[in-house]
């Protein structure tokens, strides 16, 4: 399913609340651009960045020797339209959810919101366009879930 395309390994030196740069300045140094990468608990606490089509794991290895196993997965990306709710005079989803989708973009998802907009069950939906890696897709359907 994924393949590994590359292995590195981060010093001891690096604390857990720099990792999440390392892991992006690596990336960018070795041909695996990236943008964000955040602690992922359900990973086994491991810092993940997500681009179109891999992603970059950082694991912590024991006390001894220390540091940190990083690793560069391919990964098939998914594609799921997301109905978003909208103003049904102006088709404008909520500022905040914009601003959300902002951020996930910087996390590895690109995102297309169609032109138009329509009637279902009394709410007006536009479909927003997800592609990414499942994981990334399925926080931000759950983060709509919760402003619905």
Known sequence: MSEVLATAEFSSVIHNNEVCDE???????????????????????????????????????????GGWDVTVESYEPETRIIPLNVNKETGEANRFVLKMIEEYKKEGLTMELAETWYESYGTYLRDLKVTGHPILINAFEDFIENMR
Do not use: D
């Open 23 to 65: 892991i992006v300045k690596w990336g960018n140094a070795n041909g695996y651009p990236l943008t964000k990468a955040k602690l992922y608990n359900f990973l086994g606490g491991a810092y993940v960045g997500f681009a179109p089509g891999y992603m970059i794991k950082a694991t912590r290895r024991p006390p001894v020797p």
